[in-house]
């Protein structure tokens, strides 16, 4: 549905109709809005107001939509903006989402962007709305853009698994909007066995896009995924998510750059990192295999003796890492493919080739580094380089007072 204008004495009779039965006049959603609390109490905060939570309809939204900073928001269904419309979100906004699960997200279609401006001192916060918040309690952040994906032929979109919305295409420059200290918690409802919510979702978004500084924490699913696409993203921590924290399929060639990954009791993989969807088959002609730069990256897990694995490679990916501190897993990096270069899989054909390189890297309290189930011959030496030498990402500062979790 579309957000309608509402003009005149039916305003006005709304209005005066909902502030006799509640503190707080109801939202009607118009052109160029900015959604706020106009509750005015002399006990208030500044200026008088009533720290309330304001609510945003459920609806697609064709105009620009504003939340002021500093207020607490809520949702209770799919808030969808649509084509040249700008979501705007203030620093110190949350967001708080009803505990439905899958049916309640944030997405922002192709040519529609997010501006969500946090600070450090006063990060914007998605969330759950229930007074015991736990994993899984609602959507997620879905961005939709235009930039290049491999499961479709030619100039073909695809469509998201929540919201059946279109992304890819060809503009490898194509940009979502701005998000900067930006904290998504309590993720990853599901619709079904096979169409999960992420924390974020980035669906074919572009390099023209900007990423820095987000988190997801406690999420049912992945953290962080990325499904084709050429977005960069800097700074980026995923705490206690129970699917795999980062995640990239159907030809990713962006960076991840200052990531730090934290396993909580219930997880998978740090990394899961494949070339295509092989759900839907690499289509793209040429054929083209994700292949991001990962650069200054820290994965901590829960040992050794744990028996898992912080960073799975397979169906064809490539890409190159450097500055790589891994920590408390069984299996460094584990690497699955085909034989052969015109192969369905050439995960090995990318290490001979010099397009799936690790270099720097550190391991603690792992007991085997790489492991190959590639079908191709290379030893350790031909995949890893500068062994000892990573010292990961600086989480420490620049992960201060903003996230949660560590």
């Not at 350790?380 to 990961?392: C, H, K, L, V």
Request: negative net charge; contains cysteine; glycine residues 14%.
């Amino acid at each position: 549905m579309k957000n309608n204008l509402l003009l005149g004495f039916a305003i006005v009779a709304l209005l005066f109709s909902s502030c006799a039965t509640d503190d707080t006049a109801d939202i009607y959603i118009t052109d160029n809005s900015v959604i706020n609390n106009t509750t005015n109490n002399s006990g208030g905060g500044e200026g008088g107001e009533t720290d309330v939570e304001i609510p945003i309809n459920a609806a697609e939204y064709s105009s620009d939509l504003t939340l002021e900073a500093n207020k607490t928001y809520t949702i209770t269904g799919p808030v969808i903006m649509a084509e040249g419309a700008n979501l705007i979100i203030n620093e110190g906004v949350t967001i708080k989402a009803i505990a439905t699960g899958a049916d309640v997200y944030i997405a922002i279609s192709q040519g529609a962007q997010l501006i969500a401006n946090g600070t450090a001192s006063n990060p914007i916060v998605m969330t759950s709305g229930n007074a015991n918040p736990s994993a899984g309690q609602w959507g997620g952040l879905i961005l939709l853009g235009k930039a290049p994906i491999n499961s479709v032929t030619g100039n073909a979109t695809s469509t998201s698994e929540i919201g059946s919305l279109p992304y890819g295409g060809t503009d490898a420059s194509d940009s979502s909007g701005v998000i900067r200290y930006l904290r998504v918690e309590y993720s990853g409802g599901a619709a079904d066995g096979s169409s999960e919510n992420n924390g974020i979702s980035f669906y074919g978004v572009g390099a023209g896009t900007t990423v820095d500084y987000i988190q997801v924490y406690e999420g049912a699913d992945d953290g962080v995924e990325f499904f084709g696409g050429t977005v960069k993203v800097n700074h980026v921590a995923v705490v206690n998510c129970q699917d795999d924290s980062i995640d990239w399929t159907e030809g990713f060639s962006g960076s991840v750059t200052n990531a730090y990954v934290k396993h909580g009791a219930d997880h998978d993989k740090g990394f899961e990192c494949d070339g295509y969807n092989t759900d839907i088959g690499n289509l793209s002609n040429p054929k083209f295999w994700s292949k991001p730069t990962v650069k200054d990256v820290t994965i901590v897990g829960l040992g050794s003796g744990t028996g898992n694995e912080a960073i799975r490679l397979r169906a064809g990916t490539q890409g190159l890492f450097d500055n790589i501190l891994i920590q408390g897993f069984e299996e460094g990096f584990d690497l699955d493919g085909d034989a052969g270069a015109t192969s369905d899989n050439p995960t090995g054909t990318g290490v001979l080739n010099g397009d799936l390189d690790v270099t720097n890297v550190t391991f603690t309290d792992v007991i085997t580094k790489m492991k190959n189930d590639t079908g191709e011959t290379f030893t350790e030496a031909d995949f890893i380089s500068g062994d000892g030498n990573g010292t990961g990402t600086d989480y420490a500062t620049w992960g201060a007072g903003w996230t949660v979790g560590n």
